[in-house]
């Protein structure tokens, strides 16, 4: 079965940064889209950054020009680099991904376990 493992969460002050990771392990055919969300409790999941295969990158406007997206295909695994991260960012990060686990098999979606981000002084 396809698993995905977060990691890189922590505890940081305002305006410092942290690196999430997300590696898809597994008998995998192909990966397709790639994608960050983040949820606060009792709130809905919502997309914070997409990316496709060939790395054409999209983010939500509040983490936009701080926020990168990135992936290595050869080694499975999305990225989320977070610059000059503030109070509000403070989320449990999911990681999201649509793959193909052979070739007679529907594209499904795969979460991550979720990684705690908490921002504050």
């Known amino acids: 079965q396809v698993q995905l493992v977060e990691s890189g969460g922590g505890s940081v002050q305002p305006g410092g940064s942290l690196r999430l990771s997300c590696a898809a392990s597994?008998?995998?055919?192909?990966?397709?889209?790639m994608a960050w969300y983040c949820q606060t409790p009792g709130k809905q999941r919502e997309l914070v950054a997409v990316?496709?295969?060939?790395?054409?990158?999209n983010y939500a406007d509040s983490v936009k020009d701080r926020f990168t997206i990135s992936r290595d295909n050869a080694k499975n695994t999305v990225y989320l680099q977070m610059n000059s991260l503030k109070p509000e960012d403070t989320a449990n990060y999911y990681c999201?991904?649509?793959?193909?686990?052979?070739?007679?098999?529907?594209?499904?979606?795969?979460w991550g376990q979720g990684t705690q981000v908490t921002v504050s002084s």
């Open positions: 999201y991904t649509n793959i193909q686990i052979d070739s007679t098999n529907s594209v499904t979606t795969f």
């Open positions: 597994g008998d995998i055919f192909a990966i397709y889209i």
């Open positions: 990316i496709t295969p060939g790395g054409n990158a």
